[in-house]
């Protein structure tokens, strides 16, 4: 188990950079595998392939040398997962059905949680060839097929609300009713389909504004989200109006109904319903 005090939890940034490296070398290996079709449905409903299980593999591995006695609770192994007040969670495919569906964008998600909260994350995403990054701060860097940086990180930040309304990130393959209806209120003046985590990264470097997901998501869909978009001046709340917590065991590591926005002010009138136009 890590100890509150270890060094390492200082660094937020290089948190961010060590978990970066070991997204881009498990979202090559997704890369690499992208004709698997060997398909199974897990006990939820939920579809798993090869492809997961060697990412999911590549990137423990590259964890335990990164960032070694982390324990690690992925989507793959949640099942006996027991995680401590310090954990990393881990989806080494996040977007299994657009991935199966020949879309670019699934991704490799990894988080640092430390009492219950994200205090680092990275995002791969490697058929768009982009990563997405943080801790203190917030940076995106484009990397290639084999999981080497293409050019140097850049901030990452979120963009001032155009005039003509939020442009509303949809999910491609979980749309809900609920969240649906929530985006109509908002103005917004288009809504672009796109799956995974790959969302928070792009309101997160000011390419959109919005996500609502009223629908069920687990806590590695969202957490590398939840740092770096926080990171970049974003922020994601539940329908509550709290932030997420993550760890939460005794609900089988399910969140709640959350909106992810360029800002607080966006998310809490799209939690209202009130579309301010």
Known sequence: ???????????????????????????????????????????????????????????????????????????????????????????????????????????????????????????????????????????????????????AERPAAVRDLPGEGPVVLVSRFHGDGRSDDIAKTMCCSKGIPVSSAVKFGMIASGEADLHVRCGQTMEWDIAAGDAILSAAGGIVLTLDGTRPRYGVAERQFRNPPFVAASSEALARRAIAGDPGC
């Open 1 to 151: 188990m890590i100890g509150r005090d270890d060094p390492r939890l200082q660094d937020r940034d290089g948190l961010g950079r060590k978990l970066a490296e070991a997204a881009r070398l498990s979202a090559a290996v997704l890369l690499a595998k992208r004709a698997a079709r060997d398909v199974k449905l897990k006990a939820d409903g939920s579809p798993v392939c090869s492809a997961d299980l060697a990412a999911d593999h590549v990137a423990k591995d590259a964890l335990a040398r990164l960032l070694p006695g982390f324990p690690v609770v992925s989507e793959e192994t949640a099942g006996s997962a027991v995680p401590g007040a310090i954990f990393i969670l881990l989806d080494p495919l996040d977007g299994t059905r657009e991935f199966l569906a020949g879309g670019d964008s699934y991704c490799v998600a990894i988080a640092v949680v430390r009492e219950g909260r994200p205090i680092a994350g990275a995002i791969a995403a490697p058929e768009m060839g982009r990563l997405w990054f943080a801790g203190e701060h917030a940076y995106v860097q484009d990397f290639a097929p084999d999981g080497a940086v293409l050019n």
